[in-house]
């Protein structure tokens, strides 16, 4: 019996497909999805995606926000691709995200995809903002900021949130139980934090409510990265 893998996105922000596709094949069944970000899609695209796909579901992060009609197509185009789950920014609106989850769905099932349908994760405030580059923009703080936009995208459909660690108690107490939470800014005790500010660890992102934790560089940056996943693995387990 194979336990299903720790509940880790892990961010293959590396500089080619190639390292990408050889990471995503040592972290098979030690990690659940892979997170591609602008960079990797940037330079390749579709073929990104298809090509990590065949390792494991594909996290693809490239926090749309635009009009409806054109997250709708551009979701759409996602959604035909395969991808899990896609990012867009909660601060397009209501009607933005219930384009963005339509069009996502629509595109999986034009394409003839089988599984689970494909999920949408919004965004409420980016972590680098802080109360003052929001005041800048003539935004409220975050901690009024962060719940609110939670409770209309989940509203509008979004069946997940990408939240940092510290949020999301409050994120939680917003939406309920049933929306998947995914947080970033994760290290393991044993871990550089490299340039996140405010982390966790697994196990306290997990305590706190976490259902999917992103790790980037303390798997892709150690020496084995298939052995720091299945020690963050264990840890999560141990915690849980
Ligand atoms: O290497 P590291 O674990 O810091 O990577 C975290 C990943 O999560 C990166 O892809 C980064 O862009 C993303 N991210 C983040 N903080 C946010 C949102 C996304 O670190 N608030």
Redesign the pocket.
Known sequence: VTASPPPIAV?L?VPTLDEAVELAAVLQGEVAVC?V?LELFGSHGPEAVRRIGEQAPVFL?LKLHDIPTTVRRAARVLGRMGVAMATVHASGGAAMVRSAVEGLQAGHEEAGHDGDLPIILA?TV???MTDDDLASIGAPAAGEQVPALASLAVEAGAQGL?C?PTDVPIVRAAVGPDVTLVT???RPAWAQS???ARVATPGEAVAAGADLL?????I?RAEDPAGAARRIGDELRAAG
């Open positions: 961010a922000d997170k970000g992060d965004v980016l972590t680098s990408v940092a970033p800014g994760v490299n340039d996140q992103v790790i980037g560089r303390p892709t």
